[in-house]
């Protein structure tokens, strides 16, 4: 089992930038790679960024390219999404997301990010 916890989301206004982070704790060991997904209010849950756990390997959404970042720290077994230039369309609940090398994922409970003036 691996237990997330996310922090970080809030409200922002447009153009801004915000900085979530999920720390795991449990079977840490099983963690092959992790990520971020939101859902918008009406809309199904969409990833929007992954990280490998043991290589730079990363993958973006095409919406978030070049404005959101996803990093991770193994010693803290913490994964980061950095957010930047933050547009309305972002606002989403963003949930944290494990995949262990057996294929099962486990989620966070989620943090809303509001991007409003």
């Known amino acids: 089992q691996v237990q997330l916890v996310e922090s970080g989301g809030g409200l922002v206004q447009p153009g801004g930038s915000l900085s979530l982070s999920c720390a795991a704790s449990?079977?840490?060991?099983?963690?092959?790679?992790m990520g971020w997904y939101r859902q918008a209010p009406g809309k199904e849950r969409e990833l929007v960024a992954t990280?490998?756990?043991?290589?730079?390997?990363?993958t973006y959404t095409d919406s978030v390219k070049g404005r959101f970042t996803i990093s991770r720290d193994n010693a803290k077994n913490t994964v980061y999404l950095q957010m930047n230039s933050l547009k309305p369309e972002d606002t989403a609940v963003y949930y944290c997301?494990?995949?262990?090398?057996?294929?099962?994922?486990?989620w966070g409970k989620g943090t809303l990010v509001t991007v409003s003036s």
């Open positions: 990280i490998t756990r043991w290589y730079d390997s990363t």
């Open positions: 449990g079977s840490i060991f099983t963690i092959n790679a």
């Open positions: 997301q494990i995949r262990t090398y057996s294929g099962m994922d486990y």
